[in-house]
C-alpha cells in the first residue's frame, strides 16, 4: 500500500501564489511518475502537471508558465509551485503516483482563489 499526504492548499487572493506538496510513503519501490491533478465543482478532473522518475515534465496550457511541478525522489516527494493564480485555479487538487503496476491518489487539498 501507498499512503499520500497533500498539504499546503489554502484561501489566497487573485494574483498570489501557494506551493502544494504530496509525500508518498509505504511499499513506494519503482515510483514511475508524480503528479497533480484538479477538480472543480461540476468539471471533470483534469491534469495540472506530471513529473516522471527521469525529470520529464508535462503540463496544462493553463497552467503553463504560472506552475511549475519539482520531485525530490530522495523524499518521495512531488511539489507544485502556484503563482498568479485565479479564480479558475479554484478546484480540490489531487495528487496521483504511478507505479510500474498501480496508481494511487491523495484524497485531495482544496484551493480557493477569491478577493
Known amino acids: 500500500q501507498v499512503q499520500l499526504v497533500e498539504s499546503g492548499g489554502g484561501l489566497v487572493q487573485p494574483g498570489e501564489s501557494l506551493r502544494l506538496s504530496c509525500a508518498a510513503s509505504?511499499?513506494?519501490?519503482?515510483?514511475?511518475?508524480m503528479g497533480w491533478y484538479r477538480q472543480a465543482p461540476g468539471n471533470q478532473r483534469e491534469l495540472v502537471a506530471r513529473?516522471?522518475?527521469?525529470?520529464?515534465?508535462s503540463y496544462a496550457d493553463f497552467v503553463k508558465g504560472r506552475f511549475t511541478i519539482s520531485r525530490d525522489n530522495g523524499k518521495n516527494t512531488v511539489y507544485l509551485q502556484m503563482n498568479s493564480l485565479n479564480a479558475e485555479d479554484t478546484a480540490v487538487y489531487y495528487c496521483k503516483v504511478e507505479l510500474v503496476l498501480k496508481t494511487y491518489w491523495g484524497k485531495g487539498t482544496q484551493v480557493t482563489v477569491s478577493s
Open positions: 509505504g511499499s513506494i519501490l519503482g515510483i514511475y511518475a
Open positions: 513529473i516522471t522518475s527521469s525529470a520529464s515534465t
